[in-house]
Each structure stands twice: as C-alpha cells, then as structure tokens.
C-alpha cells in the first residue's frame, strides 16, 4: 500500500491550501486516516484524525481553521487549511491504519507548507 500525497505549497498569511492524500495497492479497508505535521528539530504531531465511523480530532492549534475529510471511494483524505498562519508551516505527513490481512501503519511521502507572515 502506498500513500500519495499532494497539495502543499507558500501561501500568505490568511490564506489557505487543501492537501490531498490517495492510497493504492490492495487493502480491505482504512481507518482512521490522519495527517500529521513536522517542523526540522521538532517532534511530528498530529494535526487532524478521520475515522471511519465519521469521527474526527483536531489539534487545538487546527481546531476552527482546518478540515479534515475522507472520500472512501477514491481512497483519499484531504485536509482543508483555511486562515493559515507562519506558525503551520511544517512537513505535512498523510498517515493510514491499513487492514489487508493484518493491521499496518502507513505513512505518505511529506509535503510541505510555507506560510509567509
């Protein structure tokens, strides 16, 4: 199973960006999806969770501004970032719970964000 992720970009201050990451290859199901985010010297954090049951978690710094959202028939999760600040520019991951015949983790090749202030 491979992530594939896209979308990041530089933006201004206040404005926004939608990443998008596709899965492919041969799985039964995904949940929950995520995306994360690292800053070089930093740990990486999560910034939002989809699960399948239509539960969804945010960091309080993306709370309000970020959006996060599945589209199981394209096997794509995107993250809609809207009022973004300099402080969210980050590596952003996409990051998957795989079920095939086991349980696996999955991470998408980083993207990143630049919020000029």
């Known amino acids: 199973v491979q992530l594939q992720a896209s979308g990041g970009g530089l933006v201004h201050a206040g404005g926004s960006l939608r990443l998008s990451c596709q899965a492919s290859?041969?799985?039964?199901?995904?949940?929950?999806w995520a995306w994360y985010r690292q800053v070089t010297g930093r740990q990486r954090e999560l910034v939002a969770r989809?699960?399948?049951?239509?539960?969804?978690d945010y960091a309080d710094s993306a709370k309000g501004r970020f959006t996060i959202s599945v589209d199981g028939a394209k096997n794509t999760v995107s993250l809609q970032m809207n009022n973004l600040k300099p402080e969210d520019t980050a590596v952003y991951y996409c990051?998957?719970?795989?079920?095939?015949?086991?349980?696996?983790?999955?991470w998408g090749r980083g993207t990143q964000v630049t919020v000029s202030s």
């Open positions: 990051h998957a719970f795989v079920v095939t015949s086991t349980l696996t983790q999955h």
């Open positions: 290859g041969p799985f039964l199901s995904i949940s929950p």
């Open positions: 989809a699960s399948s049951d239509g539960r969804t």
